[in-house]
């Protein structure tokens, strides 16, 4: 069956360092993997695409990779901020369907 | 400038009784969407519609029904609440393809008593 997994459900780390967020999938085929942050009480923020054919991709403090062999993709945010604390989902796209959605990992950045 | 308005924010309703929740884009995108957060904050996707026709339809109950006037307007009719629809209810967005990401509106949080 397809399954998209975020390793924990919660990740704590202190202020400065580099959170770094696992998603891996099985029995899907993605043309690309998103990553949404989302705020509690709001909906899902966008904040990266990477594709199929891409290893990283970087934006301001955020890099994601993308590994399609080992069906994972990993997300870092570097010099970690507490207002960086939300919840993570990655998302996959499978071609004729919508995104499909992580469970996510609740990021919390201990001052 | 809200780009994907949903009203209302909350909505609490008996069981059995019928209700609607809107979804407004001005992004011109082409596809809209509503998802179900549980609990459980799981984010499962209900509905997809592309230029006013639907493309997606996972399996939810016949009592859900989206209604698209416009590729501007994507609605949600309910009928005969149950308990185990409350949840968050979030509109999105997209560009057809999807490859700029989705914009979500700010959800419906629907409580069945």
């Known amino acids: 069956s397809q399954k998209i997994e975020q390793n924990s459900e919660a990740l704590n780390i202190q202020e400065g360092k580099t959170a770094t967020l696992t998603c891996n999938y099985t029995?899907?085929?993605?043309?690309?993997l998103q990553w949404y942050r989302q705020d509690p009480g709001r909906g899902p923020v966008f904040l990266l695409l990477?594709?199929?054919?891409?290893k990283e991709k970087r934006k301001e403090r955020l890099k994601v990779t993308f590994d399609t062999t080992l069906k994972q993709s990993l997300f870092h945010i570097t010099a970690s901020q507490p207002a960086d604390s939300a919840t993570y989902l990655c998302?996959?796209?499978?071609?004729?369907?919508?995104?499909?959605f992580g469970k996510g990992t609740t990021l919390s950045v201990s001052s | 400038d809200t780009a994907v308005s949903q009203t209302p924010k909350y909505l609490v309703t008996q069981m059995g009784n019928d209700k609607s929740i809107k979804c407004e884009q001005n992004?011109?995108?082409?596809?809209m969407y509503w998802y179900k957060q549980d609990s459980k904050k799981f984010l499962k996707i209900m509905f997809s519609?592309?230029?006013?026709?639907?493309?997606i339809n996972e399996t939810v109950p016949n009592r859900f029904s989206p209604k698209s006037p416009d590729k501007a307007h994507l609605n949600l009719h309910i009928n005969s609440l149950e308990l185990g629809d409350s949840a968050v209810y979030f509109c999105a967005s997209s560009q057809e393809t999807g490859e700029f990401g989705y914009t979500f509106g700010s959800g419906t949080r629907l409580t069945v008593v």
């Open positions: 519609y592309n230029n006013k026709e639907l493309i």
């Open positions: 992004l011109g995108h082409d596809t």
């Open positions: 990477i594709r199929e054919n891409e």
């Open positions: 998302a996959l796209d499978q071609a004729g369907t919508a995104l499909i």
């Open positions: 029995n899907y085929s993605p043309a690309y």
